[in-house]
Nanobody, 126 residues
């Protein structure tokens, strides 16, 4: 069964850090552009960060630049999102997604994906 599984979410105080992981099973991520998206209550899903299959190209939403870092370890078939200096407005369900033959900018902007995970909840609150 082909699936993406997110982990690492939880409750954190403002200013804290979390690292999300996205692990693939049933297929290899080597040839996929991978993206992290989030959806807060009452809001549309938005692109947070995307990374190319090689890892050389990345894209970030303006709201997370300088705070979040996306990376990938193809040997572990896993993509990460390091989130620092978290703010209450970062509270959302975070999803990872995979798509082939798509530039990082397009994946993040248009939410293009062949596969989606089920999400992990991140809550930033004191």
């Amino acid at each position: 069964q082909l699936q993406l599984v997110e982990s690492g979410g939880g409750l954190v105080e403002p200013g804290g850090s979390l690292r999300l992981s996205c692990a693939a099973s049933g297929f290899t991520l080597d040839y996929y552009t991978i993206g992290w998206f989030r959806q807060a209550p009452g809001k549309e899903r938005e692109g947070v960060s995307c990374i190319s299959s090689s890892g050389r190209s990345t894209n970030y939403a303006d709201s997370v630049k300088e705070r979040f870092t996306i990376s990938r370890d193809n040997a572990k078939n896993t993509v990460y999102l390091q989130m620092n200096s978290l703010k209450p407005e970062d509270t959302a369900v975070y999803y990872c997604a995979a798509v082939v033959f798509t530039p990082v900018q397009d994946m993040c902007a248009y939410k293009r994906a062949n596969y989606w995970g089920k999400g992990t909840l991140v809550t930033v609150s004191s």
